[in-house]
C-alpha cells in the first residue's frame, strides 16, 4: 500500500496546488490524546443527497465528446495516442446511453454529472455512492480498517479531516458584521487503482496514479447547502502534470431523484 508513503510527501505536492496560504490554515488537528470517532470529530457534514451541479465543460461532462478531444487535460504522448483511438462506436452519442465503468473510476467519477449518497457506515468510514455508474466509494479514516484489496476503479481511500489554526486571532476585534471562519475540509487520499477514464471519450489514466481530494461544504445567499470537491490526479503514466478539477454538489431533500443507471464494462476496440 503506498498510501503511507503519500501522506509523508503531501505537503510538497499541497503547497504547490493550494499555495502557502491555505497550507497555513488547514492541516490536521494536534492530537491531546486518543482521538475521537472520525463521525464525531468532523467539521463539516456532507451526508446526504447531493447533485452534481454542471457549470462548465459542458461539453466533456454531459456528453461524450469525440475521439481524440482532450482539451485542457496534459496528456503526455502516450496518454494522447490511447484517446485519439478511442472508438465511440459501442457507446451511442449523448448522455443517456451506454456508459463506460472506466469513466467511475475514482480518478473521474466525482466530475461526472451524477448524484451521490454519502453515508457512514461506521463511525470511522464514510461511504460515497452514485446513481449513474452505480459505485461505492469507500472512504476510511483508520489505517488498521483498510482492507488490502486487489486493484480496483475505486481504489483504496484514506482521509482526514483538516481544520483551521488559531482562528481566534483576527475574528471580533474589528466593528461590524465579521466574516465567518472557514470550518474545516475533508481530506482523501486515493491509490490502488485500476486504470480508468478521466473523461468518457477514453482519456486514460493509468495503474500508478494518485488522487488527492479537498471536500469543504459552503451555503449560498439562498440558504441551500452544497459541497465542494477540488481533485487532483498524478500519474506519471500518462500525464505530464497534475489534472486539477473542482465540481460542486447541491444537497437534495430527500432520495426523490435518485436515479440509478449502471455503467457496462465495454472492451476497448481491437
Given at each position: ?15 504547490g ?13 494536534r ?34 465528446a469525440?475521439?481524440g478531444?482532450?482539451?485542457s ?13 478511442f ?5 451511442g ?18 466530475r ?30 483508520r489505517?488498521?480498517?483498510m ?35 472557514p ?52 500519474d ?34 481491437d
Amino acid at each position: 500500500m503506498k498510501i503511507r508513503i503519500l501522506l509523508g510527501s503531501v505537503a510538497l505536492v499541497g503547497a504547490g496546488v493550494l499555495g502557502q496560504t491555505a497550507l497555513a490554515q488547514f492541516g490536521p488537528p494536534r492530537p491531546t490524546g486518543p482521538p475521537p470517532p472520525a463521525e464525531q470529530a468532523a467539521p463539516i457534514d456532507l451526508t446526504g443527497y447531493w447533485e452534481s451541479v454542471v457549470t462548465e465543460d459542458w461539453r466533456w461532462r454531459m456528453l461524450t465528446a469525440p475521439p481524440g478531444d482532450y482539451a485542457s487535460v496534459p496528456l503526455n504522448p502516450a496518454g494522447q495516442k490511447i484517446a485519439k483511438a478511442f472508438n465511440p462506436a459501442p457507446y451511442g452519442s449523448g448522455f443517456t446511453e451506454t456508459i463506460d465503468c472506466r469513466a467511475y473510476g475514482a480518478g473521474g467519477v466525482m466530475r461526472m454529472p451524477t448524484r451521490v449518497h454519502i453515508t457512514w457506515v461506521n463511525q470511522n468510514q464514510l461511504q460515497i455512492e452514485t446513481d449513474w455508474g452505480e459505485q461505492t466509494r469507500e472512504i476510511y479514516f483508520r489505517h488498521q480498517d483498510m482492507p488490502q484489496n486487489a486493484p480496483s476503479l475505486q481504489g483504496s481511500s484514506f482521509a482526514v479531516w483538516q481544520t483551521p489554526r488559531n482562528l481566534a486571532a483576527g475574528f471580533g476585534r474589528a466593528r461590524g458584521p465579521q466574516p465567518k471562519p472557514p470550518t474545516g475540509k475533508m481530506y482523501v487520499v486515493t491509490d490502488n487503482l485500476a486504470p480508468g477514464w478521466l473523461r468518457r471519450n477514453g482519456v486514460p489514466y493509468g495503474s500508478q496514479t494518485h488522487v488527492t481530494e479537498w471536500f469543504q461544504t459552503f451555503t449560498d445567499p439562498t440558504g441551500k447547502h452544497w459541497f465542494d470537491v477540488t481533485t487532483q490526479v498524478v500519474d506519471p503514466e500518462y500525464l505530464l502534470a497534475p489534472f486539477i478539477t473542482s465540481s460542486d454538489f447541491r444537497q437534495e431533500s430527500d432520495s426523490s431523484k435518485w436515479s440509478p443507471h449502471p455503467c457496462k464494462n465495454v472492451a476497448p476496440a481491437d
